[in-house]
């Protein structure tokens, strides 16, 4: 590719996948330039060759009928918020006008003296300012050739409100004592009122737009939720004074404290003091990092232990958690889209359907059929033609199947989502906190020389207990857990990184590593013990020793335990046609034990973030479709680059963010519950799109042949509508299979 360079761009005015398709193709019609647009995160991603400036690139996009503009450099902001609060009062008064307009015109017996003068006043409103949105897209398509759904819905409420404005000023209709009475086929429609069409077709398609807008908001809160990661003050340290200053202040080459519980302001690398680093949430090792004087450590993880000093080696854009950020950014901007069904046909179904009712039109007044007749039967095939069924038929059964998600803990972002659940043939999983609890717990307790298991267990969990070292606290947890409480301990002292000493019921109590009570104690590892020691690490389990009277007494092992539903979820998997992979960040043996244990066959370990992400890209290069289960930071990049992201609701806001379905419980079965239940939500939007279609395509050589009144047309759309809705609320009786 010739040299240039690669921008994003914040697109406006987008209503629909077909907006986004038609800036794309306008943009990838200039030279040299190659653009993707992506209408979930409102950005176009464009590649600018050199001799061709980013404003020509603005200016292509404003000329086909929308906004652009360069991000600003803050990138905290909600504008979002505002749109879904707008298009929630719309849609909560049109409403509210809406279902009166209904119920007058349904019901006969309450259709009083001057009736339909209240329903035009209550209709009016909503047909102009509740569907104004639609009225103003449809415009600014129309302008550049084109038409959406948005032009379906203009057309069909404006045909709706015109020609009940003809009947009730020009026509019968206005008369008092008019009740809504229609002959089957045909008819003058000049007494009847479609008012009810105009209002409710408004009010549902809202309803659809509404459900769409909030899940689109939550698209770009990824980014956010990184920025929010990151520690917001940190401790200076200048000629040995300390000061408290905002993180954004500091450059490279200061020098900063990170206390015990502190996160790490930034990138660098430590110049005194030692500790353990939580780094599972960019990494997703469960145990904590030993580090020290040289080591390199990064923003936003936890010091779990002693003081540390660090100088800064990256600072702001350039750390790691910055270059994450970047990395969601782009898999999300450059993720493949799929348009809704509805937005595709609707191309080619309006222009001839607006086409049949001018052909309508002027093919009964050649015939001499006269002016009522001519446009009654237009009118009909408009209506007939109405998009409510089609505009129904993704949110109903998306509302439908997301609420019923919601109950067994399975949130589906968006009808975008669905398409991928049903290709998908790959899933990747992540380990910790996925497959596994993510915590340690104690394995394994094993005596040599000492009274018992039980005594070697108390001594150790009563010297741990001043610890607040993950691998100690799960040692006294264990400790309490089968012999009720522990014995106090005296003289505690801790040596980061190695082991602890404390005075238990009047023994020196030491529980360590290896070479720590080999060097400081001086004290014989037996080769039994060392023996031990290697089968437990070669498990992938932490594993320590315990001493006391100068004599090694035993070894405790830790593990991040699996969950018990994991090995069923992988069959499950398996089941539903996919095949499962391990992905981890985690050591080659503690991933092959997890691996064995649930029946996973495939393994790839200790990956970096990015490389996460290469992972799954490399799959898909190979023609596979892949799904993505992960829960921390260091799986958002590799959630965003799937197919479909699925993150655990227990994990980090970031994964959550990035991907596609979120499984509130954490539980791996939810997992294979949300792709069958996305699954059927996909197969029940498809059969509505059909009926939708189905219906309006039998009915208009109806329409045309003057076979229909107009009331009719209406009936056949509310009929239509009724058995899209119906049919989406089968989606209430999906179950969870059991265990």
């Not at 001799?51 to 200016?59: H, L, P, Y």
């Not at 105009?198 to 956010?224: C, D, H, M, P, W």
């Not at 004599?551 to 069959?571: E, F, H, I, N, Y």
């Amino acid at each position: 590719m010739s040299a240039g360079q690669q921008v994003d761009l914040l697109v406006g005015g987008m209503t629909c996948t077909s907006c986004a398709a038609r800036i794309e193709k306008k943009l990838n019609r200039m030279p040299g330039v190659a653009a993707t647009v992506n209408y979930a995160t409102e950005k176009a991603s464009v590649f600018v060759p050199a001799g061709t400036s980013v404003d020509d690139a603005i200016k292509t996009i404003e000329a086909t009928g929308y906004t652009a503009a360069l991000p600003a450099p803050v990138v905290v902001e909600d504008a979002g918020s505002l749109e879904v609060a707008a298009l929630r009062q719309r849609l909560l008064i049109s409403a509210a006008l809406a279902l009166p307009v209904a119920v007058l015109s349904m019901i006969p017996v309450l259709q009083f003296a001057n009736w339909q003068w209240l329903a035009l006043t209550l209709a009016a409103p909503v047909a102009i300012w509740g569907a104004w949105p639609f009225h103003r897209a449809a415009w600014v398509n129309a302008r550049h050739g084109a038409a959406t759904m948005d032009t379906l819905v203009s057309v069909g409420v404006l045909a709706a409100l015109g020609w009940s404005l003809y009947a009730l000023f020009f026509g019968m209709a206005g008369l008092a004592g008019m009740t809504m009475s229609f002959t089957m086929i045909g008819g003058g429609g000049a007494d009847e009122i479609y008012l009810e069409v105009a209002s409710a077709v408004t009010v549902f398609i809202l309803a659809g737009r509404y459900a769409e807008a909030r899940a689109k908001r939550n698209s770009g809160a990824a980014l956010q939720a990184l920025l929010q990661l990151g520690a917001k003050e940190t401790t200076l340290l200048r000629d040995g004074v300390e000061s408290r200053i905002s993180t954004a202040l500091l450059v490279v080459g200061d020098q900063f404290v990170v206390r015990p519980g502190e996160k790490v302001a930034t990138d660098g690398v430590i110049v005194d003091g030692s500790s353990a680093i939580d780094a599972s949430l960019l990494t997703g090792e469960s145990v904590p990092i030993e580090v020290g004087p040289g080591d390199n450590v990064v923003g936003a993880t936890l010091n779990s232990g002693g003081r540390l000093v660090v100088q800064a080696v990256r600072v702001g854009a350039d750390t790691e958690l910055a270059q994450i950020g970047r990395l969601v950014e782009q898999a999300q901007t450059g993720k493949a889209e799929v348009q809704r069904l509805a937005d595709r046909v609707s191309g080619i179904f309006v222009p001839i359907v607006i086409l049949l009712a001018l052909a309508t039109l002027a093919g009964w007044l050649l015939v001499g059929a006269g002016a009522s007749v001519a446009f009654t039967a237009a009118v009909a095939t408009l209506i007939i033609a109405c998009p409510c069924a089609l505009g129904l038929a993704t949110p109903t059964a998306l509302l439908v199947g997301t609420g019923r998600g919601a109950q067994l803990g399975i949130l589906i972002k968006g009808p975008q989502v669905l398409e991928s659940t049903r290709r998908v043939d790959t899933i990747v999983l992540d380990k910790t906190g996925t497959i596994t609890t993510g915590r340690m717990t104690l394995s394994t307790v094993v005596p040599y020389e000492c009274g018992s298991a039980d005594e070697l267990l108390g001594l150790a969990g009563a010297a741990e207990s001043g610890s607040e070292h993950p691998i100690a606290r799960a040692i006294t947890a264990g400790a309490v857990a089968k012999l009720g409480a522990v014995a106090a301990s005296s003289s505690f002292a801790s040596e980061q990184g190695l082991g602890v000493q404390a005075v238990v019921e009047g023994r020196q109590v030491l529980v360590g590593r290896p070479a720590w009570l080999i060097d400081r104690w001086q004290i014989v590892v037996p080769v039994e013990m060392q023996a031990v020691m290697g089968t437990a690490e070669g498990l992938g389990k932490t594993a320590v020793m315990v001493a006391w009277e100068g004599q090694v007494r035993g070894v405790l092992t830790v593990a991040d335990t699996l969950k018990p539903t994991s090995a069923a979820a992988v069959a499950r998997f398996r089941a539903l046609g996919l095949t499962p992979m391990l992905v981890t960040g985690d050591n080659a043996a503690a991933a092959q034990t997890v691996a064995d244990a649930c029946g996973i066959t495939d393994v790839t370990a200790g990956v970096l973030p990015a490389d996460k992400a290469r992972v799954i890209a490399d799959l898909q290069a190979q023609g596979h479709v892949v799904a993505m289960v992960g829960d921390g930071v260091n799986d958002a990049v590799a959630l965003a680059t799937a197919d479909l992201g699925i993150a655990m609701g227990s994990g980090t806001d970031v994964a959550i963010e990035a991907s596609d379905l979120t499984l509130m419980r954490s539980d791996l079965l939810a997992a294979a519950d949300a792709i069958r239940l996305a699954r059927r939500t996909l197969t029940t939007i498809k059969a509505n799109l059909f009926w939708a279609f189905a219906y309006n395509v039998a009915a208009i050589p109806l329409a045309m042949a003057g076979l229909l009144n107009p009331l009719i047309a209406g009936a056949a759309m509310a009929l239509s509508s009724v058995f899209v809705v119906t049919n989406s609320l089968r989606l209430r009786g999906f179950r969870a299979l059991p265990v």
